[in-house]
């Protein structure tokens, strides 16, 4: 009989194109260094975006627009990524591309806007009352059916809650008893009881009792401090857009037909800025008494140029609104024709008065060493095992050719690797992907000596 070990998948992920980028990689001057943070090279750009990174910080940005702008595979996408990195998951990030507003289903503004409100986040903070501890007694009191017949009906629930501090004993409406059925509260767990709601939310099992199973898929937690009621703080992170799909989508009832009803309905529907500006008007009320802070994030909208003549006048419009976001604009085009005229030719495919609004970063080609440090610090996040050869070999394709190109024919050239059964890339296996697969220069040259071959 063959045993074999199954292996863990918990750890499997996919490694993107960008995984490997974790910031900016500036030193506490905000000086980038020449390598740090999955970056390499494009000091100028990093050190401008250092710059925004602050701006943001201090909500000094919102409402004002980045362009990042240089040839393809010079590093735009990653630059921009590693901001969201540095502004951490608490500041909201929303990445898009530009052909992404020609939609069948909504309006080509109704999609930016979306974005827009996603990137804008709410932070509310909310004091709450409530009684937490771990649960010593849980006794439901009945009584005898007012209805009549021979049921019993729960009257009230005696609770006693335990804290380091102390206990309380308590006692609840009968329809909060039901909340700790459907929580499933046992004597011994720890929970906590919102005064204002009674909504009940278990946290764990006391880790007191972590000893009572060898085995077990309980999660312990410690024993509240302090006394069993009291006040606490609730910090809650959601988006503009959040909110208004929340208003905008009717509520239904837990009937069959109503489920299928809201089944039936088109995947997308439009939000009015009716709704939006009540929105609005609520939002700017919560900040006014305190309850909530508006919380600037980034929308990142990366080739830019395939946006046409109205969704930029739309942007206009839109970064001058009271409440907006820090917009970052990434393209890799020089002057070109605006998408949506026929004949006005602009700096990037951008209208000229958009073009003076914004703060322009731009990034160079890479240096043969700097394709180098990409090219190993890709093998790296990979778990490749490349010589110091083949390294070489891949740089110089890479200046030849594209970056992208170079870091493509990793993958390629370690099957190429497996199947000579060695577990180190060699020179050999970049030259043998290379003559198999076709940069764009190379194709492009193909197709100009043989295009009386192909069909026009």
Do not use: W
């Not at 921009?80 to 289903?105: T, W």
Request: with cysteine.
């Amino acid at each position: 009989m063959k045993i074999e070990e199954v292996k863990s998948t918990v750890k499997t992920q996919r490694i993107a194109a960008h995984s490997h980028v974790k910031g900016l990689g500036l030193d506490e001057n905000g000086v980038p260094l020449q390598m740090a943070a999955g970056l390499v090279g494009q000091k100028d750009a990093r050190e401008a975006a250092g710059v925004v990174v602050d701006l943001i910080k201090t909500k000094k940005m919102s409402g004002r627009a980045l362009l990042l702008a240089g040839p393809p595979g010079t590093g735009k996408t990653a630059i921009a990524l590693a901001i969201a990195q540095e502004l951490g998951n608490k500041v909201p990030f929303c990445p898009m591309v530009g052909s992404e507003v020609f939609s069948s289903e909504i309006k080509k503004t109704e999609v930016l806007m979306e974005n827009f409100r996603r990137s804008i986040g709410l932070r509310i903070r909310e004091t709450k009352e409530v009684y937490e501890g771990e649960v010593t007694e849980l006794t439901p009191v009945e009584t005898e059916n007012p209805m009549g017949g021979y049921g019993k009906t729960i009257s009230n629930v005696i609770i006693g809650l335990k804290t380091a501090k102390g206990t309380k004993q308590l006692k609840l409406d009968p329809s909060i008893y039901e909340s700790l059925q459907k929580e499933k509260v046992e004597v011994g767990d720890v929970i906590y009881i919102e005064a204002n709601s009674g909504a009940v939310k278990r946290q764990g099992r006391s880790d007191t009792f972590a000893t009572e199973f060898d085995l077990e898929t309980e999660e312990y937690v410690p024993l509240p401090k302090g006394d069993v009621h009291k006040k606490k703080e609730v910090v809650q992170d959601v988006t503009l857009h959040d909110l208004d799909v929340a208003n905008a989508r009717p509520q239904g009832g837990q009937d069959v037909l109503s489920m299928v009803g809201q089944l039936m309905k088109p995947k997308k529907t439009e939000i009015t800025d009716k709704l939006r500006m009540e929105i609005n008007k609520v939002v700017n009320k919560y900040i006014d008494q305190g309850v909530a802070e508006l919380v600037p994030g980034v929308l990142f909208i990366d080739e830019v140029h395939m946006l046409d003549l109205e969704c930029f006048t739309y942007l206009h419009k839109s970064l001058e609104s009271a409440i907006a976001p820090i917009v970052i604009f990434a393209t890799n085009r020089g002057r070109c024709v605006i998408r949506g005229t026929d004949d006005i030719v602009s700096p990037h495919g951008i209208p000229l008065d958009l073009l003076d609004r914004l703060l322009i970063v731009r990034t160079a080609p890479y240096n043969l060493t700097e394709i180098e440090q990409i090219i190993r610090l890709r093998a790296q996040t990979e778990g490749l095992n490349v010589e110091d050869t083949a390294i070489q070999a891949l740089s110089k394709i890479g200046g030849n050719t594209t970056l992208r190109y170079a870091v493509q024919l990793m993958t390629p050239a370690h099957q190429t690797c497996k199947v000579n059964g060695r577990t180190q890339i060699t020179k050999d296996d970049i030259m043998d992907v290379n003559s198999l697969f076709l940069d764009a220069k190379r194709s492009a040259k193909y197709l100009q000596e043989e295009n009386t071959k192909y069909m026009m």
